[in-house]
Structure formats: C-alpha cells, structure tokens
C-alpha cells in the first residue's frame, strides 16, 4: 500500500481533555496526554506521519501510534 500525509481537520483541544477524562483519565494524565496529542498530530485524528516506505504502517491518529510489528524484526521497542 502506498500512504500519503492526511491531516484534516483538527478537533477542539478542550474536546481531547473532556474525552480524555470521560475515559477515566485522572486531570494530570488527561493534561499530558492532551499535550502530547497536541504535538504529536495538531489535534488532528487523521493525521497520519512517519512514511519511510511502503513496507511499513505510518504512525496515525492523534497520539501517532505507529505499527511496528509489521517490520518482521520483532524490534523491542514500539512508538507509542
């Protein structure tokens, strides 16, 4: 499959921090998880990154999560 860069259209920074806490998230954690999304992806939820190629998946989402268990390397890290 080949990716392309997505955006979109970003959500509210206060909407990730009520979500966030209408999850269970404590106010500290939802504060640095919102932070993080802010960073990660612009409060964009299909912002998709991190495209080397097409052998991998590309990071995705707000928190650019990124797949690497398709690598076939079993790497003991993973971008989360």
């Known amino acids: ?13 206060s909407d990730v921090y009520v979500l966030l806490r ?12 919102t932070v993080i999304a ?3 992806s612009g409060f964009r939820p299909g912002a ?4 080397v190629d097409d052998t991998q998946t590309p990071s995705a989402g707000l928190g650019q999560i990124m797949n690497l268990s398709s690598r ?3 790497a003991p890290y993973r971008d989360i």
């Open 72 to 74: 076939g390397d079993n």
């Open 38 to 40: 802010g960073r990660e």
């Open 48 to 51: 998709v990154g991190d495209i």
């Open 1 to 13: 499959a080949s990716y392309k860069p997505a955006y979109g259209p970003a959500i509210a920074q």
């Open 22 to 33: 209408s999850k269970g998230a404590d106010p500290t954690l939802a504060a640095t998880l």
